[in-house]
């Protein structure tokens, strides 16, 4: 099921440290051939969630390289040592409230929700939506954007919870038939027991998009990172965000605006506080037509993969 409400809605994943007795951490975790946190990437991007953010700390470094092909942006919480659940969840938030009109967060131990899960919470018009099974609730959670700013003030004991009821926006519960959004990584033998259907639920169309003349020159990979420089007017910040190198940034850009024929990023140099990057006037074009066709593309492949491999 992919996202089929209107609205923009942007992803985000809690990478909390917690450590068992076996010294693993629960993100890296693999459930099936797969980590539990790659596994929620794939179930969000099965839902048509975008942007996909991802709150590390403890060993964000191989965290990072688990994903680093996955098109997902990367936001460190320096003060992991002595942070809770709640604190990964406003740093993810407070990027993404300006950038999408609603927000599913879900921490990285409860990795087995389906994408019809999602979708179910996406067809309700609400500022904060749940889901439950067999009357118990569960994770993720759906917030409106317009909410956060109240939700970030919050500074209590109660984590998201208490945050949501400071706001005094009454909670919607959706009744959904899926107990993945129950199980934790606690409990590997019942999410080992949910594997197959979740990989059955998880199952879609990959389909992987370039421009190229006699090499390739722009895919995802590409888009993210002049993304990420229009939002931070930063090469640097832009590569910290998505786990890729500076110079392999610059290779790509300058590759990239030889094979167009036209600069595509802006270098100011100088002033007190260092120089900026921006994206060009031809910059922001050809980005903007590439997402569209890329877009046009990915409903194509979907409506496609339905029609012939969905029964």
Not at 115 to 131: A, C, H, Q, R, W
Not at 141 to 167: F, H, N, V, W
Not at 258 to 266: A, I, Q
Request: glycine fraction near 6%.
């Amino acid at each position: 099921m992919i996202n089929n409400n209107k609205k923009l809605t942007g992803g985000v994943i809690a990478a909390v440290k917690k450590i068992f007795e076996k010294d693993k951490v629960e993100p890296l975790l693999k459930v099936g051939s797969i980590s539990v946190i790659k596994r929620i990437v794939l179930t969000f991007q099965r839902a048509g969630i975008y942007p996909i953010v991802v709150v590390t700390g403890y060993e964000s470094y191989e965290i990072e390289r688990d994903l680093a092909s996955f098109g997902v942006i990367f936001l460190k919480n320096q003060n992991y040592e002595t942070s809770q659940m709640f604190d990964y969840a406003k740093i993810g938030l407070d990027y993404l409230k300006d950038k999408c009109d609603q927000v599913i967060f879900n921490p990285a131990n409860i990795p087995m929700f389906t994408p019809e899960t999602i979708g179910s919470m996406l067809n309700y018009n609400e500022k904060v939506v749940s889901p439950s099974y067999n009357g118990k609730s569960g994770h993720p959670i759906l917030i409106a954007s317009e909410i956060i700013p109240e939700i970030l003030k919050y500074d209590g004991d109660m984590g998201m919870r208490g945050a949501i009821q400071q706001t005094g926006i009454e909670r919607k519960w959706v009744d959904v038939e899926d107990e993945g959004i129950l199980h934790n990584t606690d409990d590997i033998h019942r999410l080992d027991n949910l594997l197959e259907k979740h990989n059955n639920d998880i199952m879609h169309s990959f389909v992987k998009i370039s421009i190229e003349k006699e090499t390739l020159f722009f895919d995802s990979r590409t888009k993210l990172l002049l993304l990420l420089i229009q939002d931070t007017h930063s090469v640097r910040n832009a590569c910290r965000q998505m786990a890729l190198s500076y110079s392999k940034a610059w290779n790509m850009i300058n590759y990239m605006e030889k094979e167009l024929g036209y600069e595509v990023v802006e270098r100011k140099h100088g002033g007190k506080n260092g120089g900026k990057t921006y994206l060009t006037k031809e910059g922001i074009e050809f980005l903007e037509k590439y997402e569209v066709f890329e877009e046009n593309v990915r409903l194509f492949a979907k409506a496609e993969f339905d029609r012939l491999f969905s029964k």
